[in-house]
């Protein structure tokens, strides 16, 4: 698992999104650019009282939309390979994400697994 911190987010390279349920922050969502055609959502997130109702995918959808509209072709991501993850991993699959080899920094490991979409 390989979340942002403060210093990465502020990175020119990464676009920060919030979902708001009744002016309440309930989920948040990164786009990092890696290169011309790339790009790696990251740093995804939705509250404990807010999971389950649709927040992760509409983040998801928004990001893939920006992404296409920013003329990336392809959208990967990391995550975790662990029981807390089951839900992550299967949202993404849901959306159409299938696993990939290790991209940018990511390495082959038992921790993480990598995904990723053509757009």
């Not at 392809?74 to 159409?96: I, K, N, P, Q």
Request: proline letters at 3%.
């Amino acid at each position: 698992m390989h979340a942002l911190g403060e210093s990465a987010i502020a990175d020119p390279e990464v676009v920060l999104y919030g979902a708001r349920r009744d002016g309440v922050l309930v989920g948040i969502g990164a786009l990092k650019r890696l290169d011309q055609h790339h790009a790696e959502i990251k740093s995804m997130h939705t509250s404990r009282g807010a999971r389950g109702s649709g927040v992760g995918r509409a983040m998801v959808d928004h990001l893939l939309e920006v992404a296409a509209a920013s003329g990336y072709r392809r959208v990967s991501l990391e995550t975790g390979t662990m029981d807390g993850f089951v839900a992550a991993r299967a949202l993404y699959a849901g959306v159409g994400f299938i696993w990939c080899d290790p991209f940018a920094q990511y390495t082959d490991n038992p921790y993480s697994v990598c995904m990723s979409i053509e757009i």
